[in-house]
């Protein structure tokens, strides 16, 4: 099925029109990259990333998310081989009951598995584990000439794909690696910390670790925050009379109604920051929760984006190396006097880099802010690209839908490379982006 | 492609010398390097509005462009869209007319119908088909507060910009859906070359200050602005007005 239609990212800014296809089987899909039209071809899994990385204006996209089949599941090997529009909750709901998890889980559960694959997510374990990447055994890629090739770890076209943000071809079908688990709760360590190197230092505790901050203090207490730390909980921990490897998927409650964004004012974001850090405790304090709960706490409200009103919101994420903890001072002090302040503000710890060319993660401070969008934020941000490429950092591309384009390469130096990869494997130049045009990718 | 906080990688001036026209492209260049075009008649103005964007743009490229001359516009279009999307495109050509002279001269009078109305709307005709096919871009349409209320010195004027205002009112909601929005804006009196002679009248604004409300306007979607805002409402109220005190009002 085709239809035109308009489409936007997570953060509902700057919508373009394509026409969107459902639901096509591979001979279709196929004949859609043959026949697609100057202004080219892309896949869109569930549109979590927040900027215009799944649009493709005037052009064509194909939606995966019906294409949600899984293939084939080893529970013996903890092997599974899936179609790219599954996404990671419904997979989690067949493979933990097996005793079996995802490794590389992130915020929420309604990713498809090509998206994660197209922007390498990583979750709250990146130190450990590295991006989702890491775990892909192989992918079946529709390409440009229209055939299907399949890739696997250590091959140009694999790090290509893994982090080239769907400008390769489509993903038709993945087989990922899981990793074994004894229940389905997580171990939730909760505790509040005053300053921003106490969060930092606690980032460094746990294998899955995640801050929230709170940007709305000024001074020493810019970035104080509360730390959530997450381990595997053992059976005993668990309430009585639980059965250990059922998953709970997350209960949610229908969208808000109305926009809330009038509320998204410095001095109410604010008040609500200091009622979620003081109810914070403050010795560490631990309890087991589902894990569902744990991963996916946004995901407990459906459709929370469209809060943010018609403008919508931006997300800058960025991540800067460990040593320059000054800089991630400095930018998080500009972050906090943005003009509508930061409604959340997110930081985690990421380990080395993954195959991927351009793949986000580097080692060092990855901090994800949520900003009501304004014109007066693009200078803002702007000046932060600087910072951040100068300091050896750079800006996650899932995120984004505003970066200076002059500043990429200084960002991510396998561009270059990625580039040469793209143009061989797609000289015509059939998969594209509303990312891809505006950055020039 | 317009950004998610309204910056955009190219523009598109037809009447590549307007002064409002330039204020938005500069705006606009303020922020960030982008790709401009000039779509105007070549002239020594033109060449100098070339010469002092090129130090600020990524590219500046000029194309031939006559208001008068219809049958030459689908060409120049094209020849705009040619180094790639166009994002914004400000429709800025117009002529004032000073009365009482088109009054008293048909052939005036239908010029500045041509220039301010036929031409702009073969252009939207055009640039809507154009964007279209992109899925996204917007179209700043420079009409004027007297589209809605002229006055009696000039009406014709504000006639011509009626039929302007309102064909790209249409244009925008049969463009719904497509991805294109279309921004028309009303100025008030605005201090420029074309009204440099007359004395300033209440509520005149700058090019700057038609240019930054232009710039947030683009960024919210919007349809129609009215700058300065206040102009709406004494439009509104003067709608009320009984026409014979109107009369009175030059
Ligand atoms: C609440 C929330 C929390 C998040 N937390 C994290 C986090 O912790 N870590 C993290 O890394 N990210 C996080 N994200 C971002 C999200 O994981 C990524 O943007 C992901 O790519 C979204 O997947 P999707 O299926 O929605 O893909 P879309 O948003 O639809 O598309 C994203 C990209 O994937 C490509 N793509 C999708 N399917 C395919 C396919 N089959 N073949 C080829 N390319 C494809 C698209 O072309 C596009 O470039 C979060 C997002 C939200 C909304």
């Not at chain 1, 529970?75 to 599974?80: D, F, H, S």
């Not at chain 2, 955009?8 to 303020?30: F, K």
Request: aromatic letters at 6%; hydrophobic letters at 45%; one cysteine or more.
């Amino acid at each position: 099925m085709t239809e035109s239609r308009m489409l936007t990212g997570w953060g509902r800014t700057a919508p373009s029109a394509a026409r969107v296809i459902t639901g096509a089987d591979d001979e279709a899909l196929i004949a859609a990259v043959l026949g697609a039209g100057p202004r080219g071809l892309l896949a869109r899994g569930s549109g979590r990333a927040y900027g215009d990385v799944a649009q493709n204006a005037g052009g064509v996209i194909v939606d995966m998310t019906r294409r949600a089949r899984i293939v084939s599941w080893d529970a013996r090997q903890g092997v599974v081989t899936v179609e790219s529009g599954v996404t990671l909750d419904r997979l989690l709901r067949t493979v933990v009951p097996a005793g079996w998890c995802l490794p590389v889980i992130p915020g929420t559960g309604h990713v498809t598995v090509g998206g994660a694959i197209a922007a390498d997510v990583h979750g709250k374990n990146h130190g450990s584990q590295g991006g989702f990447g890491a775990h892909v055994l192989a992918f079946d890629l529709l390409t440009g000439n229209g055939s299907v090739r399949t890739a696997t770890p250590g091959s140009e076209v694999f790090q290509a794909t893994v982090g080239g943000m769907g400008l390769t071809g489509v993903v038709l079908r993945a087989t990922l690696r899981l990793i074994p688990v004894t229940t389905a709760w997580v171990r939730v360590t909760r505790q509040r910390a005053g300053r921003l190197d106490s969060v930092l230092a606690g980032l460094m505790t746990a294998d899955h670790a995640v801050a929230w901050l709170d940007l709305s203090r000024t001074g020493a207490r810019t970035g104080r925050g509360v730390l959530t730390l997450g381990s595997p909980a053992e059976p005993d921990e668990l309430p009585p009379g639980t059965d250990p490897l059922a998953y709970a998927a997350v209960r949610s409650s229908p969208a808000l109604a109305v926009p809330v964004s009038p509320l998204f004012r410095p001095q109410v974001i604010g008040a609500a920051n200091s009622v979620i850090y003081r109810r914070a405790p403050s010795v560490p304090r631990s309890v087991a929760r589902p894990m569902a709960d744990y991963f996916f706490p946004l995901d407990r409200v459906i459709a929370w984006n469209r809060a943010y009103g018609r403008g919508g919101f931006v997300q800058y994420q960025f991540v800067l190396p460990h040593d320059a903890a000054e800089t991630l001072h400095r930018v998080i002090t500009m972050l906090a006097s943005a003009d509508r302040g930061v409604s959340l503000a997110v930081l985690k710890r990421l380990g080395p880099g993954g195959s991927g060319l351009l793949s986000f993660p580097t080692a060092g401070w990855t901090l994800a802010a949520d900003l009501p969008a304004c014109t007066a934020l693009a200078d803002r941000l702007d000046r932060l690209d600087r910072l951040v490429a100068g300091a050896g950092g750079r800006v996650y591309l899932a995120k984004d839908a505003r970066l200076r384009p002059d500043v990429l390469t200084a960002m991510y130096p396998k561009l270059a490379r990625f580039r040469a990869v793209r143009r061989a494997l797609d000289p015509a130049g059939i998969f594209t982006s509303d990312l891809a045009r505006r950055l020039s990718l | 492609m317009i950004d998610a906080l309204g910056v955009p990688q190219s523009v598109l001036l037809l009447g590549g010398t307007s002064e409002i026209g330039l204020a938005i492209v500069d705006r606009y260049l303020d922020r960030r390097p982008v790709r401009v075009v000039l779509a105007g008649r070549p002239s020594e103005r033109l060449d100098s509005a070339v010469a002092r964007l090129t130090a600020r743009a990524t590219r500046v490229d000029t194309v031939d462009f006559d208001a008068k001359d219809l049958a030459s516009q689908q060409t120049a279009l094209q020849q705009s869209f040619s180094a790639g999307d166009i994002d914004v495109a400000i429709v800025a050509f117009g002529v004032l007319g000073d009365q009482p002279a088109p009054e008293n001269d048909p052939a005036t009078a239908a010029h500045l119908a041509t220039v301010n109305f036929t031409a702009a709307m073969n252009v939207g005709i055009i640039l809507a088909r154009a964007m279209r096919r992109q899925g996204h871009g917007v179209i700043v349409a420079l009409s004027s507060v007297a589209a809605v209320r002229p006055r009696h010195s000039n009406f014709i004027y504000g006639a011509t910009k009626a039929g302007m205002d309102a064909f790209y009112r249409g244009l925008a909601d049969s463009l719904d859906g497509s991805g294109v929005d279309v921004l028309v804006v009303r100025a008030g009196p605005v201090r420029t070359r074309m009204t440099a002679h007359l004395p300033d009248r209440p509520l005149t604004s700058s090019p700057e200050a038609v240019a930054a409300a232009v710039t947030e306007a683009v960024w919210r979607r919007r349809t129609v602005l009215w700058t300065p805002r206040s102009m709406r409402i004494i439009a509104w109220i003067i709608r009320l007005l009984p026409r014979r005190l109107l009369r009175k009002v030059p």
